[in-house]
C-alpha cells in the first residue's frame, strides 16, 4: 500500500514553481517527439504556425491569449500578416518544464476545432 498524498506544502514560496525542475535533454527530446512541427531552439521550444491572411492570424493569436490565460502560461509570441512564431519556455526556472509542453499541445490543438 502506497503513502497517502500530503497536503502540506513541502516549501514555501511566493514563486509557484518553486520544486519545479528544468527538463533535461533526454525529456526535453521525449517530449518533441510527441509534437508536430515543435524544434528546440535557444533554451526553448518554438514552432511557426502559418495562415492565408492577417484575419486568421489574429484569430489565433487571440484563441492563443485565452488559452495562455487559462493556463497561467504565457509564451511569447512573433506576429506577421500571414505567420505567428510560438516560443514557450519557464522562465522561473531558466529551462523547460512539462508545462511548456503541455500548452505547445493545447496551442496545437486550436487547429483540430
Excluded at 508536430?36 to 484563441?63: C, D, H, L, P
Excluded at 509564451?75 to 509542453?101: A, W
Amino acid at each position: 500500500m502506497s503513502a497517502p498524498i500530503s497536503t502540506t506544502p513541502t516549501t514555501i514560496s511566493n514563486n509557484p514553481m518553486s520544486g519545479i525542475v528544468a527538463l533535461s535533454g533526454n525529456e526535453i527530446a521525449q517530449r518533441l517527439g510527441q509534437l508536430s512541427g515543435w524544434e528546440f531552439a535557444g533554451g526553448a521550444i518554438i514552432k511557426v504556425y502559418r495562415f492565408q491572411n492577417y484575419y486568421q492570424t489574429m484569430a489565433f493569436v487571440n484563441a492563443t491569449a485565452w488559452v495562455s490565460h487559462r493556463e497561467d502560461h504565457h509564451p511569447d509570441l512573433e506576429v506577421g500578416y500571414n505567420q505567428c512564431l510560438i516560443r514557450y519556455r519557464t522562465h522561473d526556472i531558466d529551462g523547460l518544464s512539462e508545462n511548456d509542453f503541455i500548452c505547445a499541445a493545447k496551442i496545437d490543438a486550436l487547429l483540430d476545432i
